[in-house]
């Protein structure tokens, strides 16, 4: 499948101006320091964009910030899940503060996502 070069230029511009918990994220998941699995960082994912996405597990990270808190903006967040969900990927999302004030609790529960799930069933974080 070919690229959009809107969203490429979109996901580059998101990748410079990232803000202090992408950021904080960002150092947990790089250079495969979350159970040696590789994140992408800001990347094209049909016509979104997802903060952070783990391929080979198949999940999306998504860090909100306050314009997230609105009724408005959770309904696009929660239709947004539902597609990126249809695409085989699952979604886990975090507010800015959360993982600014509780970086360990953000960074295990990441890390119990990335784990197989049990054969029978599946697990709710």
């Not at 016509?47 to 999940?59: E, P």
């Not at 993982?99 to 360990?104: M, P, R, S």
Request: glycine letters at 6%; proline letters at 2%; one cysteine or more.
């Amino acid at each position: 499948m070919r690229r959009n070069p809107i969203l490429t230029e979109r996901a580059r511009e998101l990748r410079r101006n990232e803000n202090a918990a992408e950021r904080r994220i960002w150092w947990i998941l790089r250079a495969k320091r979350m159970s040696g699995f590789k994140f992408r960082r800001q990347h094209a994912l049909g016509m979104y964009i997802a903060d952070f996405i783990c391929l080979k597990a198949r999940l999306v990270i998504e860090v909100d910030g306050d314009t997230h808190g609105t009724d408005e903006a959770q309904e696009l967040d929660a239709k947004r899940t539902e597609l990126i969900e249809l695409m085989g990927y699952r979604v886990i999302r975090f507010w800015n503060h959360e993982v600014l004030t509780a970086t360990d609790h953000v960074a295990a529960a990441i890390f119990n996502a990335l784990q197989p799930e049990p054969a029978g069933g599946s697990i709710r974080s």
